[in-house]
T-cell receptor, first 108, second 114 residues
């Protein structure tokens, strides 16, 4: 069963515009949610995780249990934010499951 | 501190053959996870190894098997290759018991099955 859903395959914004990458999950209980990022010609790497409640490179993500969402947001997008973004989740004894990814393009 | 390394980087096989992919985990890590990433898709969990034993498996047939060695390096073996096995295979290491699943990924092995 699909645990993590990213509804947008592609997202394009202009530099300086706000950006929101959507992620919905279908875990019960208290899952752990993550955002991973893959910049061009680089390996997949952790961007942030909900338990840390941190802001990395200006990005934040809040776990909304009512809406079962974990959207990634940044108020002012930069060109270097262009990358593939993957939402991932882990619940119970299951291992980390990834969404299909959203390709973000930030235009100058 | 060395990162996760995978070999080979690219591989071409024909249908029915067998393949072995290798992964060296990041220094200090004791857990290795393998993922398959088809073109345009997110990584799909194959299995995880911890202390040389399988510690979780995704929805993959038994012809996908693995090993973890005492130095925590790992192999992914695929028997009777099928065309649909063509994908990027990612290895990720982590530290079990650290309280989270922060994975450190390798660059992957691109497998093409003809």
């Amino acid at each position: 069963a699909q645990r993590v859903t990213q509804p947008e395959k592609l997202l394009s914004v202009f530099k300086g515009a706000p950006v929101e990458l959507k992620c919905n999950y279908s875990y019960s209980g208290s899952p752990e949610l993550f955002w991973y990022v893959q910049y061009s010609r680089q390996r997949l790497q952790l961007l942030l995780r909900h338990i840390s409640r941190e802001s990395i490179k200006g990005f934040t993500a809040d776990l909304n249990k009512g809406e079962t969402s974990f959207h990634l947001k940044k108020p002012f997008a930069q060109e270097e934010d262009s990358a593939m973004y993957y939402c991932a989740g882990q619940g119970g004894s299951e291992k980390l499951v990834f969404g299909k990814g959203t390709k973000l393009t930030v235009n100058p | 501190e060395t990162g996760v390394t995978q070999s080979p980087t690219h591989l071409i096989k024909t249908r029915g053959q067998q393949v072995t992919l290798r992964c060296s985990s990041q220094s200090g890590h004791n857990t290795v996870s393998w993922y398959q990433q088809a073109l345009g898709q997110g990584p799909q969990f194959i299995f995880q190894y911890y202390r040389e034993e399988e510690n979780g498996r995704g929805n993959f047939p038994p012809r996908f098997s693995g090993l973890q060695f005492p130095n925590y390096s790992s192999e992914l073996n695929v028997n009777a290759l099928e065309l649909d096995d063509s994908a990027l295979y990612l290895c990720a290491s982590s530290l079990q018991g650290a309280g989270n699943e922060k994975l450190f990924f390798g660059s992957g092995t691109q497998l093409s099955v003809l």
